[in-house]
């Protein structure tokens, strides 16, 4: 059987997100990492292809989605998806606006939608205004990001200055009306010449709905709430069965870690509940800048604690931090020295014995995956919403702890999803 759902998402923990959320709604997903060479996975209802580009210049955004897309075309899929972050996370130039239009193009279509909304993380949209909580965009702590700062809660406005097209909106009154009604707007927007459609969104409910207006469209747009309401589309016509939710993991063991870049506001929470808790390190960007060999002073610290528990390595610092640095390192500058930094750090760990890591941050999550040579993940149970535990697979099979020949199990934590205590909870969530 063919692949249904083509997803390409835009960094990590964002695939991993996704393929959570259309394996709890009944979809047989893989996640791989990167394009493929190969033929598509047997036995999947949807691929999501992670790519790490939400912060890459806009022309080489556009080159890899148009790649991710070519292969899933070849793969026979029936419909795509392009998934971003629930808050949004771009630049005035891009990359979410550019990589819809050439994705649309491609595939010969004048309409889409745009819908971050994630109300299970607090993420909804009203009036056209995206919310985190209670606090609209810019007044969240995404206003600090240390890549994407988001400073205008308007997405009609963001999205508009990012596309060549004409931005509309989907009112939440209509949203509230259900699918027909929704189906009908997106109709009028497109008579009046409007490409993309951002559309309002409270609630789950409202999810599903959107989702079942979407049933025809070939490109989605959005967070990965808007899948909720996607496998219904192909239950509908006899495409899917009906399944058990949940994949499940081999049994896992090996030794336990946390490796943290993300600064967002929910990480910080979660770092500072782990120091509490265990062995923690910190990686200092400016020692990194001065060539000093902070990867090794880490895996030998971390040498003389692993066997007595999980402990943490974290760059995660305070928006003040985290400016200083980037002010006498520059912004993508700092970003890559960390993140090439950590991701060392965990092929160290990986060698040491650890089998269960934990790691915070979408960017950091790409630079660790690339680093460990993992070429897909099988998703598991969820720990909180939007973050499930997965198993690594490398070309040939499994990835393995190298010590202990078990499953390399990984959770990679959007920055902004997850409990205080999501570090230390996560591994009772284990098989
Ligand atoms: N102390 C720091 N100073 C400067 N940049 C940092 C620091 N710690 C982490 N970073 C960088 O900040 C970025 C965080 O992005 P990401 O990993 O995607 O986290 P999130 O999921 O919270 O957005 C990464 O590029 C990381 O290397
Ligand atoms: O949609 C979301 O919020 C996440 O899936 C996601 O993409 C988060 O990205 P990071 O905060 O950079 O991990």
């Excluded at 009112?171 to 008579?191: C, P």
């Excluded at 409202?206 to 996607?230: F, H």
């Excluded at 630079?367 to 939007?386: H, M, N, S």
Aim: aromatic share 6%; with cysteine.
């Amino acid at each position: 059987m063919k692949v249904l759902l083509g997803c390409i998402a835009d960094d990590f923990t964002g695939a991993t997100d996704l393929a959570g959320m259309l394996v709890k709604a009944g979809m047989r997903t893989v996640q791989l990492i990167g394009v493929p060479d190969g033929p598509p996975p047997e036995g999947a209802d949807a691929v999501v292809i992670a790519l790490k580009s939400r912060t890459v210049p806009a022309a080489e955004a556009v080159s890899d989605a148009l790649a991710a897309l070519a292969w899933l075309q070849r793969s026979g899929c029936q419909q795509f998806y392009f998934k971003y972050c629930s808050t949004f996370d771009s630049t005035p130039e891009g990359n979410i606006g550019p990589v819809a239009e050439a994705l649309m193009q491609a595939l010969d279509t004048d309409f889409t939608i745009a819908c971050p909304a994630f109300p299970a993380n607090g993420r909804t949209i009203y009036k056209g205004y995206l919310f985190v909580g209670d606090e609209l965009l810019n007044e969240s702590g995404m206003r600090n990001h240390p890549l994407t700062p988001m400073t205008d809660p308007s997405l009609v406005r963001v999205l508009q200055q990012q596309v060549k097209g004409s931005v509309g909106l989907v009112e939440y009154h209509t949203v509230a009306k259900g699918a027909a009604a929704i189906a009908a707007r997106f109709a009028e927007l497109r008579s009046q010449g409007v490409s993309l459609a951002v559309t309002d969104a409270l609630t789950n409910h409202d999810l599903v709905s959107i989702g079942a207006a979407c049933a025809d469209m070939p490109l989605i747009t959005g967070g990965s709430g808007i899948a909720l309401g996607l496998p219904e589309n192909f239950r509908r016509r006899n495409l899917l069965a009906r399944l058990d939710a949940a994949d499940r993991l081999p049994e896992t063991g090996g030794l336990r870690a946390v490796i943290s870049g993300s600064c967002s506001v929910a990480t910080q929470k979660q770092v500072a509940a782990m120091q509490k808790a265990a062995p923690s390190f910190a990686v200092d960007p400016l020692a990194l800048a001065r060539g000093d060999d902070v990867a090794g002073a880490a895996l030998a610290w971390a040498a003389q604690h692993i066997e007595q528990g999980p402990l943490l390595v974290y760059a995660t610092a305070a928006p003040e931090q985290v400016r200083a640095v980037q002010s006498q390192l520059g912004v993508a500058e700092a970003g890559e020295l960390v993140e090439r930094a950590l991701a060392a750090i965990a092929v160290g760990l990986v060698k040491l014995g650890v089998g269960q890591l934990i790691v915070a941050g979408g960017e950091t999550s790409g630079a660790v995956v690339k680093a460990l040579g993992i070429t897909g993940l099988r998703i598991g149970p969820e720990i909180d919403p939007g973050v499930p535990w997965t198993a690594a697979l490398q070309d040939g099979g499994a990835a393995t702890s190298s010590e202990q020949a078990q499953p390399l199990v990984l959770a990679l934590k959007s920055g902004n999803f997850g409990s205080e205590d999501f570090f230390t909870k996560a591994w009772s969530r284990l098989p």
